[in-house]
Nanobody, 121 residues
Framework: QVQLVESGGGLVQPGGSLRLSCAAS????????MGWYRQAPGKERELVAA???????NYADSVKGRFTISRDNAKNTVYLQMNSLKPEDTAVYYC???????????????WGQGTQVTVSS
């Protein structure tokens, strides 16, 4: 089994910064990719940023130039540095991983519980 635990969310003023972390644990054989999604009230979940084990990244247009995704493969951890935060960034942020567990030996999607990010003055 693979578990993802997010941390780092909270309340911040517009223009401020937050750093989210997501640590994967369990019977992991390998993690092919990790990413961050977010969902605001009344809206669909959207991809924010993703990164492969090799370091290739992809960002939503709305966060390019402000957010940076990174990973520490040795620790099975992914980070999302969020700068110049705007009220429209307010959402629950979810960590996602495409991982191969030792038990299944198949690539499956895993999700964290989510962490709230609120940008307000």
């Amino acid at each position: 089994q693979v578990q993802l635990v997010e941390s780092g969310g909270g309340l911040v003023q517009p223009g401020g910064s937050l750093r989210l972390s997501c640590a994967a644990s369990g019977s992991i054989f390998s993690i092919n990719a990790m990413g961050w999604y977010r969902q605001a009230p009344g809206k669909e979940r959207e991809l924010v940023a993703a990164i492969t084990s090799g370091g290739s990244t992809n960002y939503a247009d709305s966060v390019k130039g402000r957010f940076t995704i990174s990973r520490d493969n040795a620790k099975n951890t992914v980070y999302l540095q969020m700068n110049s935060l705007k009220p429209e960034d307010t959402a629950v942020y979810y960590c996602n991983a495409l991982a191969i567990s030792i038990a299944t030996k198949r690539g499956d999607d895993y999700w964290g519980q989510g962490t709230q990010v609120t940008v307000s003055s």
